[in-house]
């Protein structure tokens, strides 16, 4: 029993004493690399020689094109944006945007159905835009953390139909919304 003991607090003392190593390096020395890192210093450099960082600022200055792999199409994004699969769906996440994007299977949904889903929520300031290959469609409502901003589209693209939605917390997201859906191209 007292064998059994020693034994238990020897390899907890181990124990304690592998977790706080910290393989050779002390914190000190890891902070000031990183203090470094936000200051510039030691910059990563990319194949070509050039400052990496320097680099992936300059592509998120204009944004452009993210491909939506779960629908087959594409859309203008601001930069920093990224696409992350919702429930076999497209989401796509950036500044001042959240968006999915999913395949319609079944009938086509026409404008008139889409306002009579859009009764439940009771929608003020209700606006519809006829596109050349489907509609758009905004309004808001009051919910529980104030005024939700919706947007609802619907586009055929490439003889299938598509449904880019969201709901927005502030009418510059329910534009960046719209612009996006409107954007989808194969």
Do not use: H
Not at 93 to 101: D, E, F, I, R, S
């Amino acid at each position: 029993m007292r064998t059994a003991t020693l034994l238990l607090v020897s390899l907890i003392g181990s124990s304690f004493a592998l977790a706080g190593c910290d393989g050779g390096e002390k914190k000190d020395d890891k902070k000031a690399d990183a203090k470094k890192d936000e200051k510039g210093g030691d910059a990563k450099k990319d194949e070509k020689g050039g400052d990496a960082k320097k680099e992936e600022k300059k592509e998120e200055a204009g944004g452009g094109d993210v491909k939506l792999p779960k629908t087959g199409l594409q859309g203008t994004a601001p930069a920093g944006s990224n696409v992350s699969d919702m429930m076999g769906s497209d989401m796509v996440q950036g500044p001042n945007l959240v968006a999915t994007v999913s395949n319609v299977e079944g009938d086509a949904v026409t404008i008139e159905k889409a306002k009579e889903d859009a009764d439940m929520y009771g929608p003020e300031g209700l606006k519809e835009e006829k596109l050349e290959d489907g509609f758009v469609l905004t309004f808001t409502n009051k919910g529980g953390m104030g005024t939700n901003y919706w947007v609802k589209v619907n586009r055929t693209i490439d003889g299938k139909q598509f449904e880019c939605s969201t709901t927005a917390s502030s009418e510059e997201q329910q534009k960046a919304a719209v612009d996006f859906c409107k954007s989808l191209k194969k």
